[in-house]
């Protein structure tokens, strides 16, 4: 992979990674807006087009966004001022419940806030904070976000999915995580690979074994880091995700119709190489030398 652009530190620089923690800490506020807002406004969406087809009225009117209305309690409302809504600390200053009526607070909310700011860390402390660092912060946040509304609602929202594609393919027009044209191949076979798993297994058993989700977050991941890279993530996401599905199995008492989302394993699989592509590259050469 080539140098990062220097912009504003290189990569190993300490107190810049350390800093965007704190920022990484924030945004993981925002990020449970997302993962909590985004799936209902899909839904509202839905509801209201099927309404209009209907031709009925639009059951909702009121605007509902990333922004709008303020966050409040669900359990009586209360809107959520500023200094209640510190990520993490005010969680513990609250000791994990509403200031108004006592309810809890859901432990999520302080541990993804903390697991994007860690990340974060990484990401810079990696790429630097130049152009490969930047882009590596929308990919894990994108990645954060999916993960959770993947693990919620077994769907990846085409608002997330899409633009990561794109933005993977636009960023290496110069090389900026690997060249164009292993971009652009990495994109379709990415697709193309989980399309083919997907009717193979339709046609053998008669029902869909994963979602369309599944292929463009996969085609995404291809964009970013190249067809090279897609072997590995393939194989630790469906290995993860095999060991943990099993396990599931055994717990809730289901059978092999046991759904779980794929989605969660492809967004850490695809983090890791991230991370670590050069070793894991370097791993794969060994054992495959003409790959």
């Known amino acids: 992979m080539p140098e990062p652009t220097l912009l504003f530190a ?27 807002r985004l799936p209902k406004m899909m ?18 009117t009121e605007r509902y966004n990333l922004v709008v209305p303020r966050s409040a309690c669900p359990h009586c409302n209360h ?11 005010s969680y513990l200053v609250l000791r994990g419940k509403c200031s108004s009526c006592k309810a809890p607070i859901s432990p999520r909310y302080p541990a993804i ?6 990340l974060t860390v990484a990401v810079v402390w990696h790429y630097g904070s130049g152009w490969q660092g930047l882009g590596g912060l929308f990919f894990l946040y994108s990645l954060i976000a999916m993960t959770f509304i993947d693990a919620d609602t077994q769907l990846l929202p085409d608002d997330l999915t899409y633009p990561l594609i794109w933005a993977g393919l636009l960023l290496n027009v110069n090389h900026t ?30 029902r869909e074994g994963m979602g369309y989700g599944d292929f463009k977050l996969l085609a995404a991941l291809g964009a970013w880091m190249g067809w090279a890279m897609l072997p590995a993530i393939v194989l630790m996401s469906s290995l993860v995700g095999s060991v943990v599905g099993i396990v599931l199995m055994i717990v809730n008492r289901k059978g092999l119709e046991y759904q779980i989302p794929f989605g969660p394993y492809l967004a850490a699989a695809g983090l890791i190489a991230f991370l670590y592509g050069e070793p894991i590259m370097a791993f794969t050469r060994s054992v495959y030398p003409y790959f």
């Open 10 to 36: 290189p990569a190993g620089d300490l107190a810049i990674s350390l800093i965007a923690g704190l920022f990484g800490l924030l945004f993981g506020s925002f990020l449970n807006v997302v993962i909590h």
């Open 177 to 206: 995580y690997v060249s164009l044209q292993d971009s652009v191949i990495g994109a379709a076979a990415g697709y193309l690979a989980l399309w083919s798993v997907y009717w193979a297994y339709k046609l053998v058993r008669g």
């Open 113 to 118: 806030e903390l697991l994007t700011g860690a």
């Open 43 to 60: 839904q509202r969406e839905s509801d209201n087009y099927c309404a209009v087809e209907a031709g009925k009225d639009e059951p909702h």
């Open 79 to 89: 809107q959520i001022g500023a200094l209640e809504n510190i990520p993490v600390v």
